[in-house]
């Protein structure tokens, strides 16, 4: 007898553990689990994307795939140009359908913190003009870098006229993207003179 209430209990917890798995239960739909979902994943993806290109624009090595205009400024200027308008509005189509980081440049003439107000209001100025041709101002993000990148070589305003600049890319750039900066071209390698004879003159490059 008692084997039989024991056999009848262990009967009746096996079906009260056994349970139905709801039907179109999916293990990573927003909201169950701890992974947060495939819009979470998504978010993440999108995150690290726009991290990494943050990174090559920091280390001036933006792939020339993923810019999609680069506008140009006079010096001590952040406002649009007529000029450059074209290119902006060449591209507020495409600008329209992704996200942008707009990155702002100066030249080396300025404090170092004057620069980087300057190099800001070029990008903000870039955003502005985008903006009033119907991109959405949430999906764009402004990095102002300041003079950088620039030619410190420059001894002219003219030359350093390539620097003043704000350059649209794009964040759904879709090809690789490195931050490491552009490697510098090798020093050519300078053969020993012969024993017992004198050094060759050193010739200007």
């Given at each position: 007898m008692k ?19 709801p039907e ?98 070029r990008a ?82």
């Open positions: 084997r039989f209430t024991f056999l009848l209990a262990l009967a009746a917890l096996s079906v009260g553990c056994t349970s139905r798995i179109g239960f999916n293990p990573l739909s927003s909201g169950s689990g701890a992974s947060g979902g495939l819009d979470s994943l998504d978010t993440r993806s999108a995150n690290a994307r726009r991290d990494a290109l943050a990174n090559a624009i920091r280390s001036g090595n933006i792939p020339p795939e993923a810019i999609l205009a680069t506008v140009y400024f006079e010096f001590d200027k952040y406002t649009v140009s007529a000029t450059e308008r074209a290119k902006v509005d060449a591209v507020a189509g495409r600008v329209k359908a992704t996200e942008v980081i707009i990155a702002g440049y100066t030249d080396t003439f300025g404090t170092e913190e004057y620069n980087l107000g300057l190099s800001d209001r903000q100025s870039v955003r502005d003009y985008l903006v009033k041709l119907g991109a959405n101002q949430a999906k764009s993000e402004i990095m102002a870098l300041g003079s950088q990148h620039a030619d410190k070589n420059a001894a002219g305003r003219q030359s350093g006229a390539k620097d003043r600049k704000a350059v649209i890319v794009d964040v759904n750039y879709g090809g690789p993207v490195s931050a490491a900066p552009a490697a510098a071209p090798a020093a050519r390698p300078v053969a020993a003179p012969a024993a017992g004879s004198a050094p060759a003159p050193v010739t200007a490059l």
